[in-house]
């Protein structure tokens, strides 16, 4: 079935050190990888995706990876700052059930 | 914001009881979903529509009934609330692709 793992549940880095989240999908058909931030009491907001006809892009800071053939993508955060600290959510989209599949977020923290 | 308002935004009730929670957008956008976040599994979907009176079930659609009746509202019942329904509720939009959402800013529900 449809499935979104998502490594790690927690990670701490130091203020202007780089964070990697690594998410692994099941379906190989999956073209659409969005990924969320969620700060505590909020709403998930988007703040990159990427589609399988490339395999990386950058937002300033922010960078996702896409490896179709290995079947994961991944979210790097580079320079990170306190304002970083919060959950991140993958997802993958899936064609045969025709929405969006979750990761169970990753607990950001930046120490200053 | 995407437009998107959902009510009520904190709601206590007992268990047995029916409940309905609101989810209403500005911007005629055709797709709407509805999925619950708890600790330790992210987002998953309940139900979605495609358009009015349209709907659909999501992974953990169980207990759960959806109407849409206008295009901006979509409405989610729990028939009989039960402590496990005890979740955060969110409403999310597809404003173009269908794969990509924007969310509303949730609904704590508390069952006793």
């Known amino acids: 079935g449809e499935n979104v793992e998502q490594h790690p549940s927690t990670l701490s880095v130091q203020e202007g050190d780089s964070a990697v989240i690594k998410c692994t999908y099941s379906?190989?058909?999956?073209?659409?990888f969005p990924w969320y931030k969620q700060e505590l009491g909020k709403r998930p907001q988007l703040i990159i995706d990427?589609?399988?006809?490339?395999g990386e892009k950058k937002d300033q800071r922010i960078a996702v990876t896409l490896n179709k053939t290995a079947k994961h993508f991944s979210l790097h955060i580079t320079e990170t700052q306190p304002e970083d600290s919060a959950v991140y959510f993958c997802?993958?989209?899936?064609?045969?059930?025709?929405?969006?599949?979750f990761g169970t977020g990753t607990r950001l923290t930046v120490i200053p | 914001d995407a437009g998107i308002t959902q009510s009520p935004r904190h709601k206590v009730t007992e268990t047995g009881t029916p409940v309905t929670l609101r989810c209403h957008q500005t911007?005629?956008?055709?797709?709407m979903y509805w999925y619950r976040q708890d600790p330790g599994h992210g987002l998953r979907l309940i139900h979605y529509?495609?358009?009015?009176?349209?709907?659909d079930k999501g992974e953990v659609s169980d207990g759960y009934s959806v109407s849409r009746s206008k295009t901006e509202d979509f409405l989610l019942t729990l028939e009989s609330a039960t402590s496990s329904q005890t979740s955060v509720y969110f409403c999310?939009?597809?404003?173009?692709?269908?794969?990509?959402?924007?969310f509303g800013p949730g609904t704590r529900l508390l069952v006793l």
């Open positions: 379906d190989s058909a999956s073209n659409y």
């Open positions: 529509s495609y358009g009015v009176k349209d709907t």
């Open positions: 997802a993958a989209f899936f064609g045969g059930a025709n929405n969006l599949f």
């Open positions: 999310a939009i597809t404003p173009g692709a269908q794969e990509t959402q924007y």
């Open positions: 990427i589609r399988s006809n490339v």
């Open positions: 911007e005629n956008h055709r797709y």
